[in-house]
């Protein structure tokens, strides 16, 4: 994760993903995503592997990778 910032109520964060290259990638992973808890948008973008996702509370990482995996790609590790 990169970043996590948002109003109140609300937090954005941030994530690369590897692995992403068409826009059939980028939906597997936002549905996946998508399906945690308190997620309320996701936007994925194959050309940069950014995902940035808007929840209610800040997300458990684990959870994150999870559903990455599922879609079938990997959470880069950050700095």
């Known amino acids: ?27 597997s992973v936002s549905g996946e995503i998508s399906e945690i808890p308190g997620v309320s948008s996701v936007k994925a973008v194959a050309a940069t592997g950014e995902v940035t996702v808007v929840s209610d509370v800040p997300l458990d990482e684990a959870a994150v990778r999870a559903a990455v995996d599922e879609a079938g790609f990997e959470l880069v590790a950050q700095d």
Do not use: D
């Open 1 to 27: 994760m990169t970043a996590q910032t948002g109003t109140p109520g609300t937090v954005t964060a941030v994530y690369k993903v590897s692995g992403m290259s068409c826009g059939h990638c980028e939906g």
